[in-house]
């Protein structure tokens, strides 16, 4: 059974750099059936698609974040990363890590909230 | 970019009823339109693939259909569990993806 779970920082101030990694268990990262995927959600409103990353290292992003957002990948540790610089307080949201399909987001983590605060 | 308009935002009825949900595009996604459902604190669970198709494990009563911009998800006969807040999502320029802003199902 796969399974993904965010780490990182609950809080960062304005202006800095949002740093998360999911780690990947159960499954292989390299396999090339799947788009590894960040998913967020701000307190009490709708999902936004981030971006993806494949094994290879290809990414896509979501073009209202792409000047901020950068996902990378690490095949060795079966982890993927994503990095959301110049963070406001809009960015507060519950951030999901996810595997993405070619039919649908099968498997997601169970989500971490990072709140942009001073 | 394509936009989904799910109507209603909020959908009040008892267990045992019929819910019918719906998701406009705002230009054709052909049938690549998925269905998720989110209980309060737990991530979105796929019910619906390509429209009409139920993900592993989703129960019968649950069912998609439509094509192009207008979509239906219908739950035949709630089941107290089914009380929760219905996420559509497009595909059809994948990997570039969006979402609609929901719809909540509550208890009446």
């Known amino acids: 059974q796969v399974q993904l779970q965010e780490s990182g920082p609950g809080l960062v101030k304005p202006s800095q750099t949002l740093s998360l990694t999911c780690t990947v268990s159960?499954?292989?990262?390299?396999?090339?059936?799947?788009?590894w995927s960040w998913i967020r959600q701000p307190p009490g409103k709708g999902l936004e698609w981030i971006g993806y990353?494949?094994?290879?290292?290809?990414?896509y992003y979501n073009p209202s974040l792409k000047s901020r957002v950068t996902i990378s990948v690490d095949t060795s540790k079966n982890q993927f990363s994503l990095k959301l610089s110049s963070v406001t307080a809009a960015d507060t949201a519950v951030y999901y890590c996810?595997?993405?399909?070619?039919?649908?987001?099968?498997?997601w983590g169970q989500g971490t909230l990072v709140t942009v605060s001073s | 970019e394509i936009v989904l308009t799910q109507s209603p935002a909020t959908l009040s009825l008892s267990p045992g009823e019929r819910a019918t949900l719906s998701c406009r595009a705002s230009?054709?996604?052909?049938?690549?339109l998925a269905w998720y459902q989110q209980k309060p604190g737990q991530a979105p669970r796929l019910l619906i693939y390509?429209?009409?198709n139920r993900a592993t494990g989703i129960p019968a009563r649950f069912s998609g259909s439509g094509s192009g911009t207008d979509f239906t998800l219908t739950i035949s006969s709630l089941e107290p569990e089914d009380f929760a807040v219905y996420y559509c999502?497009?595909?059809?320029?994948?990997?570039?993806?969006?979402f609609g802003q929901g719809t909540r199902l509550e208890i009446k």
């Open positions: 996810a595997r993405d399909e070619i039919n649908g987001v099968s498997y």
């Open positions: 159960g499954g292989s990262i390299s396999s090339g059936d799947y788009y």
């Open positions: 990353i494949y094994y290879s290292g290809s990414t």
């Open positions: 230009q054709s996604v052909s049938s690549y």
């Open positions: 390509d429209a009409s």
């Open positions: 999502q497009q595909r059809s320029n994948w990997p570039t993806i969006t």
